[in-house]
T-cell receptor, first 114, second 114 residues
Framework: AQSVTQLDSHVSVSEGTPVLLRCNYS??????LFWYVQHPNKGLQLLLK??????LVKGINGFEAEFKKSETSFHLTKPSAHMSDAAEYFCVVSDTGSASKIIFGSGTRLSIRP | EAQVTQNPRYLITVTGKKLTVTCSQN?????MSWYRQDPGLGLRQIYYSMNVEVTDKGDVPEGYKVSRKEKRNFPLILESPSPNQTSLYFC?????????????FGPGTRLTVT
């Protein structure tokens, strides 16, 4: 069975400082992992995805994430936060096995202080 | 323009009055899915479809129905809505149906059941 846990419901950082949003997962098969971003009153947009290629994945807007199988983690990072990064971020897992269910984490709200 | 459209965007209805939320995609995607988003719970999958006439339950299917008679359309039906179905609903589509490809999301439908 799949599950995903986002360890922080809210993260607040100052503009220009690093961002770390944490995600742990469990999966019975080889997982595919995604990070999506949702800006206020908007739909969801893909930031990046891991699908068993390189373990360090680069996404849009300077975000990246590293797949660590031994730690079952897929944390999202960015070296320097920008005010426009303020949004809700979702970690998502799906199995590449027979089931095609997709599981979202509960979300992390990122706030940026000027 | 590649997109997923949902209608209506906002809906207020009363308990027990049947309603349908439409979803359509123009990308020839095999996989389509419905989610509901509630505060603190992230997105939860209601139903998904791997292709025409192939649908399956997600994590929270109770009180919902779907159909997939055409590849581009995946309507969500609430036969007898109840207040606990008040939520923000998203439709999404992707290629191949194995969950390891980017999902494209519609703009969302905000449903209130009184």
């Amino acid at each position: 069975a799949q599950s995903v846990t986002q360890l922080d419901s809210h993260v607040s950082v100052s503009e220009g400082t690093p961002v770390l949003l944490r995600c742990n997962y469990s999966s019975s098969y080889s997982p595919s992992l995604f990070w999506y971003v949702q800006h206020p009153n908007k739909g969801l947009q893909l930031l990046l995805k891991y699908t068993s290629a390189a373990t360090l994945v680069k996404g849009i807007n300077g975000f990246e994430a590293e797949f660590k199988k031994s730690e079952t983690s897929f944390h999202l990072t960015k070296p320097s936060a920008h005010m426009s990064d303020a949004a809700e971020y979702f970690c998502v897992v799906s199995d590449t096995g027979s089931a095609s269910k997709i599981i979202f984490g509960s979300g992390t709200r990122l706030s940026i202080r000027p | 323009e590649a997109q997923v459209t949902q209608n209506p965007r906002y809906l207020i209805t009363v308990t027990g009055k049947k309603l349908t939320v439409t979803c359509s995609q123009n990308m020839n995607h095999e996989y389509m899915s419905w989610y509901r988003q509630d505060p603190g719970l992230g997105l939860r999958q209601i139903y998904y479809s791997m292709n025409v006439e192939v649908t399956d339950k997600g994590d929270v299917p109770e009180g919902y129905k779907v159909s997939r008679k055409e590849k581009r359309n995946f309507p969500l039906i609430l036969e007898s809505p109840s207040p606990n179905q008040t939520s923000l609903y998203f439709c999404a589509s992707s290629l191949l149906g194995q969950g390891n490809y980017e999902q494209y999301f519609g703009p969302g439908t905000r449903l209130t059941v009184t």
